[in-house]
């Protein structure tokens, strides 16, 4: 059966979809013989498709895999790095760090620490960052200085950033000193550097930032540098996109616990 190639190459985990869109573009995929264009389609089954030269075939299609990390300081949310910084792919298991299509769903920077998805499953990683799904994600953050109650009020509410407000924010304080706050803050959108980018703009910037949970998914004992596949409950949790708008990860009442980021 026919399908367009970004989508083929994205199930087959060679690529997220934007991943495969960017490898179309660069002229590194062919059909029969002939640069693959943004909305070819093809047929795995009797077509001949070539990514970076090497024949994708219908009995080396990849298995899928899905696994949590956690995340240290100074790693990049990124395959690889031109400068030859440490990737979220060393988080895995040796096996899966190349050859597999393995990418992170989402990012994180490279300052800031904690759980972070990946897979070989383009139609998921296409799933959970579409606009349409709000899948919440739950972060501790300390801040410089001692932050007022009008200016928190202000960010729960929503800054506008670009142009456009953010959603509003579910956020609970931690502690308050007076040359530090920590904050939780739940996020159901994942504007690029958003809290980050919020914080400085309130005058509050960020001295640590670290995200505990993705959906229903925490951390819990996983360990800097440690990566755990996720169960097939998990799994089937995370393809059922709508269940996370009624069972929050986010607990208010958690008490505060010390992250390193």
């Not at 760090?97 to 998805?117: E, F, N, V």
């Not at 407000?165 to 904050?183: E, G, N, R, S």
């Amino acid at each position: 059966m026919a399908e367009r190639v970004q989508k083929i190459l994205a199930r087959w985990g060679i690529a997220s979809r934007r991943g495969a869109e960017k490898l179309i573009l660069a002229g590194r995929v062919t059909l029969n013989g002939k640069p693959v264009h943004l909305g070819d389609q093809a047929d795995p089954a009797g077509d001949r498709l070539y990514v970076d030269g090497k024949l994708l075939k219908v009995t080396e299609r990849p298995r899928y895999h899905y696994y949590l990390i956690h995340k240290p300081k100074g790693v990049v949310s990124t395959c690889a790095d031109p400068k030859g910084r440490p990737t979220v792919l060393d988080c895995l298991p040796k096996a899966l760090q190349q050859g597999q299509g393995m990418h992170p769903i989402g990012r994180l920077d490279s300052q800031s620490t904690g759980a972070l998805l990946l897979t070989n499953d383009g139609d998921l990683t296409l799933a959970l960052t579409h606009p349409r799904y709000h899948i919440p994600k739950a972060y501790r953050v300390w801040l410089k200085g001692k932050m007022p109650k009008h200016i928190l009020e202000q960010w729960q509410r929503g800054i506008v950033l670009d142009g456009r407000p953010t959603m509003p924010a579910q956020i609970t304080v931690k502690t308050v000193t007076q040359d530090k706050t920590c904050l939780d803050i739940m996020l159901t959108e994942g504007r690029n550097r958003q809290i980050r980018r919020v914080a400085d703009q309130l005058g509050f910037p960020v001295l640590k930032l670290h995200r505990f949970a993705i959906g229903d998914l925490e951390l819990g004992d996983l360990q800097r540098g440690q990566a755990r596949p996720l169960t097939k409950t998990e799994i089937k949790q995370l393809r059922s996109k709508h269940k996370y708008r009624s069972n929050s990860p986010f607990h208010p009442s958690a008490p505060a616990r010390e992250y390193q980021a």
